[in-house]
Structures are given as structure tokens and as C-alpha cells.
């Protein structure tokens, strides 16, 4: 085996989607999640607005694809592990069947989270622009 080999990786498996919607809602998801890692701003913006707020946009960005509110947690979690430091990336998923370990994890690892995502909400409550 030559070397260029070694460090080949292979395609990704067919994921057998049933239809062309299937196919379609996990480009778009893709496309997204890629666009995000690299926008660090954009990123850093989504988790700190909270859950409920990825809920409220991302259902009615993707409306016409319907996607399910499980999936659209999943990307959440998925951002969140983004949003934090390589070294903490790997006990976070390591703690993902675990909430409250979760929970504590992102508190060391973001201390201020809680607290920005509080300003947040302050400033949209006392902005004339609203949300």
C-alpha cells in the first residue's frame, strides 16, 4: 500500500434515502452545518440565543422540508460541541448520554454562557426593533 493510499478516506456509505425530499433536507442540513463551522461569529451567535430560539428559526427555515423537531435538537447539540474548545469537545461526547454531566461540562467550559444568553435577552426585550 503506498502512502498517498493510507491517507485516503473512503466515500461516504449510501445512506438509501426512500425519497428526493430526504436527499434534498440532508444537503440542506449539510450545506448548513458546513457554512456554520466555518463562521465563527455566526456560530458563537446561534448558542448563545438558546434553544428555544434555534427551535423558532431553523423550524421555519427548513418548513418546506419539515424537519422534525429531534432533528433539529440534534443540530443543536451539534453546535453547542462546536462552540467549545477542542479539549472539552471530547468529554462532552463522551457525556452525552448524561444531562447533568452535560450540564457542568458546558458550565466549565463556557462559564459565561448563562450570563450572555441573559444580555441577550435584554437587549431584544429593550430594543426598538424587537426580534
Not at 57 to 72: D, F, P
Request: hydrophobic share 45%; charged share 30%; glycine share 6%.
Amino acid at each position: 500500500m503506498s502512502a498517498p493510499e493510507l491517507f485516503h478516506l473512503p466515500d461516504l456509505p449510501n445512506a438509501g434515502y426512500a425519497t428526493a425530499r430526504e436527499r434534498e433536507l440532508s444537503d440542506h442540513i449539510m450545506t448548513f452545518l458546513r457554512d456554520i463551522e466555518r463562521d465563527r461569529l455566526r456560530l458563537l451567535t446561534v448558542v448563545l440565543e438558546g434553544r428555544a430560539r434555534w427551535r423558532q428559526v431553523a423550524g421555519s427555515i427548513w418548513r418546506g422540508l419539515r424537519v422534525g423537531t429531534e432533528e433539529i435538537d440534534a443540530m443543536f447539540a451539534y453546535l453547542e460541541l462546536l462552540a467549545c474548545p477542542p479539549a472539552v469537545q471530547a468529554r462532552l461526547l463522551k457525556a452525552r448520554q448524561s444531562p447533568d454531566t452535560w450540564r457542568r461540562l458546558m458550565a466549565k467550559a463556557q462559564p459565561g454562557l448563562e450570563a450572555q444568553r441573559e444580555q441577550l435577552r435584554l437587549m431584544a426585550k429593550w430594543s426598538p426593533h424587537g426580534r
